[in-house]
């Protein structure tokens, strides 16, 4: 059965997002001052072949603590759709 | 008013995405041969302050034309909330 999983990475809410700062000022300094607390992520989707949803899942969830995501300083959330 | 916006930019589906093929043949030889057509994009996410949502909407898919997106080569999707 294939699903299609979806993962977004951010870094951990007390960790300095610098690309984060550097879209806000960029924005700002084109003129848009409405926007705030800027976040920088990466999503990575794909299409992954398991037996279930729930075996999809924890295979998703192994693969972001080993190659996806830096446990260290990233967060993730796992979609398998 | 403020509200939550999340832009996800992608390559064009005619692109070739290096950083997807990248992680696809990394999963591949950590022995996770199930997953197929990876994708790697960026997610941004900010607080915007607008009058309402049509507003907030059209004032960051302009952000997305002049900044946060390269329209050559990608495409975004955006989610106002």
Chains 1, 2 share one sequence.
């Not at 979806?6 to 926007?35: C, I, M, N, R």
């Amino acid at each position: 059965m294939t699903m299609k999983a979806t993962v977004h990475v951010f870094l951990k809410p007390g960790v300095l997002d610098v690309q984060g700062k550097a879209v806000e000022s960029a924005l700002y300094g084109l003129g848009w001052s409405g926007a705030a607390n800027v976040r920088v992520g990466r999503v990575i989707e794909f299409d992954i072949d398991a037996a279930d949803r729930a075996t999809a899942d924890a295979e998703v969830r192994a693969m972001c603590d080993k190659l996806l995501a830096n446990p260290v300083i990233e967060g993730y959330r796992v979609d398998v759709a």
